[in-house]
């Protein structure tokens, strides 16, 4: 995760924010302090959530940052929450309204005593585990910061663990390459009352052996729609600045704008839309990561532009209802 950029290189394309009655909540973004230059905590959120969006509520989506420096193993991704749940106890009530959380799931049944613990740390905020089955014969091409093991979710004890999510309402934040998505469709059908979500419109990439970006657009389609098939699956649509989406926008002297950016991002948007429907796709930041290509204000400016010719009712439950429904939250 790269360093993030400075403001005066952000505020080179400042906008204003479009339509700001439209209520938001911003399903994916990250808290983390790597030091100075490449600190994300809650007065960077709201500084940027500050540029005339309406964003109701948050969802933190783990990233590896405060982790308990001893005890048990198994049980030191909790830190993770209870560093969350500290830092927004008394802050904005918008910020990390959710918290999705980090657990082994090879742990097999065992991973319960550490999903007890998660609720435990935040009660009211915990809502789920991200766990990363990111693999790809290319690692290195398509810049994959962890390689699991190929078809780790076939894994029986992963399945075990899984399991568990169920007896708790909690859901599963899918990360894993496009190419994987026939996975997910698999793990779905297998466990229909886990709810499964895909992060950055599943896994996109648009670099090392995926630069032919109309070959990839036909696969990942033809991947998006399988795994649409399956009622328990929503759709994360976000992760425009990744910079494996090979756009090249965080090379620039000055950062994409959001018209630029929903051009961009009309394909891939508007086929997660037709296949999903808006009641299981929600919008997400994927800050501070995005933000090495675009301002705060610039990707919810894209999300609205993508969206204008839909009702909305539509667009109620892509920028705000499904989130609430699927993190549960009351805002």
Same mark, same amino acid.
């Given at each position: ?21 439209? /209520?938001?909540?911003?399903? +994916? ?13 809650? *007065? ?11 964003? !109701? ?14 005890? /048990?193993?198994?049980?030191? /991704? ?5 560093? !969350? ?37 935040? /009660? ?13 014969? +290319? ?76 070959? !990839? ?37 000055? *950062? ?21 429907? *808006? ?53």
């Amino acid at each position: 995760m790269a360093t993030s950029p400075s403001s005066a290189w952000l505020r080179q394309t400042y906008e204003e924010a479009l339509e700001h009655e439209l /209520p938001i909540c911003d399903t +994916h973004h990250h808290f983390w302090d790597h030091g100075e230059g490449d600190r994300y905590l809650v *007065p960077e959120l709201l500084e940027d959530m500050a540029g005339g969006h309406n964003v !109701v509520a948050t969802v933190f989506v783990e990233c590896n940052s405060g982790y308990r420096k001893d005890g /048990p193993e198994a049980l030191k /991704p909790v830190g993770e929450t209870e560093f !969350v749940a500290s830092m927004v106890r008394d802050a904005d009530p918008r910020a990390a309204a959710g918290i999705v959380g980090y657990a082994d799931l090879l742990l097999g049944g065992a991973v319960v005593p550490v999903l007890e613990a998660h609720l435990a740390a935040s /009660p009211d905020r915990f809502r789920g585990i991200r766990y990363w089955t990111t693999w790809d014969e +290319h690692p290195k091409e398509v810049q994959l910061r962890t390689v699991a093991p190929k078809g780790l979710v076939y894994d029986g004890k992963f399945r075990e663990g899984f399991a568990c999510l169920e007896r708790y309402g909690l859901s599963y934040d899918a990360w894993m390459l496009f190419p994987q998505l026939p996975e997910a469709a698999d793990l779905a059908r297998a466990f229909p009352g886990i709810t499964i979500i895909l992060g950055h419109i599943g896994g996109l990439v648009g670099v090392g052996p995926y630069s032919n970006r109309d070959e !990839v657009l036909e696969r990942w389609k033809r991947n998006v729609a399988e795994v649409a098939k399956c009622p328990n699956v929503v759709m994360k649509i976000g992760g425009i600045g990744l910079q494996r989406l090979g756009f090249g926008w965080h090379e620039r002297d000055k *950062p994409t704008s959001s018209g630029e950016l929903a051009q961009a991002f009309a394909p891939y948007c508007m086929h997660c839309i037709e296949q999903f429907g *808006p009641e299981r796709c929600m919008f997400e930041s994927n800050f501070p990561v995005d933000k090495a290509s675009a301002s705060y204000n610039a990707v919810w400016n894209a999300f609205k532009r993508l969206t204008e010719k839909l009702n909305s009712a539509e667009r109620s439950a892509l920028f705000h209802d499904t989130a609430a429904r699927v993190y549960r939250l009351d805002r």
